[in-house]
């Protein structure tokens, strides 16, 4: 059997301020016990199967790893998996597969076949099964509780100065560069293309914005959309074009936030209006 750790659970989408206070609390409990800490997250449910998310599952484990945690786990969320009754996930999981000496849990934390287990569940088990458990509280922001939800909210609504301050950093796309069509490049902007993927996006449309590409940072022009300049009804994606450079970045790692909106989506007449138009574009987003 592994030896003991400390573990928390959830699906963190966002992993915002909320989510970053109880990876403190478990990194805090961690050196305290003088036992490793585990973060076990899912890579999919039911309830998010046709919601959008804030976050890529590589994002929110690089995320979670980024605070301090010693090992992440995720689990496929299996039919298997979804049919165990909150006391069998905690027997068979928590404590024989984790050994778990302590569970960390969000004050809203569910678990188990139909989302049956609560807090409640929790504590009236974990005797019961040999393990400590602690709850912790909401996170407030101005008052408001702080959650996934609220910042799916923020995003769609495109509130990027108001979900910066949830998330404690600004909300970035974070994904491999594809090759593209190349429209950008015939019309003298090249772009770096990534596909959504599941994730929620601020409005459709042209933002100023900063990129992270390796060791560079520096500013860039993002569209987020389906070009409907070029077809009807095709694929929304995300369009970046690097202000300072234009070297070959395909298969590269692209981080890229949106700061200030531009212009919405549109359908232009033609390429050149659409050329003249990125100029434009171009020129707010150098300030």
Known sequence: MRGKCVLTLGFFDGVHIGHQALLKRLRELSSKLGMPSLVLTFDARPVFRSQLLLTSLEE?????????????????????????????F???VVCERFNAKLV????????GKDRAGDIAVLKTLAPKLGFLCEEEPPFLLDGQI??????????????????????????????????????????????????????????????SAEYELGKRRGK??????????????????????LLDFSEDVYGE????????????????????ELKEAIASFVEQAKF
């Open 253 to 272: 790692t692209l981080k890229v936030a949106p700061k200030r909106f531009l212009g919405p989506e549109k359908r232009y007449e033609s390429a050149e």
């Open 60 to 88: 929110r484990v690089r995320l979670i790893k980024e605070a301090g945690i010693d090992e992440i786990m995720v689990q496929p969320f299996t039919e298997e998996f979804a049919a165990l009754s909150p006391e069998a």
């Open 146 to 207: 702080v959650s996934s939800t609220l910042c799916r909210e923020l995003l769609k609504e495109g509130k990027l100065m108001e979900l910066e301050k949830a998330l404690g950093r600004p909300w970035s796309l974070y994904g491999e560069i594809r090759p593209g069509r190349g429209l950008g490049h015939k019309l003298g902007y090249p772009t770096a293309n990534m596909g959504l993927n599941g994730l929620l996006t601020p409005p459709k449309g042209v933002y």
């Open 220 to 241: 860039a022009l993002l569209y987020l959309g389906s070009r409907p300049t070029f077809e009807e009804g095709g694929e929304s994606l995300a369009e970046t074009y």
């Open 104 to 111: 960390l849990a969000g004050y809203d934390c569910r678990f």
């Open 90 to 92: 905690l027997k068979e």
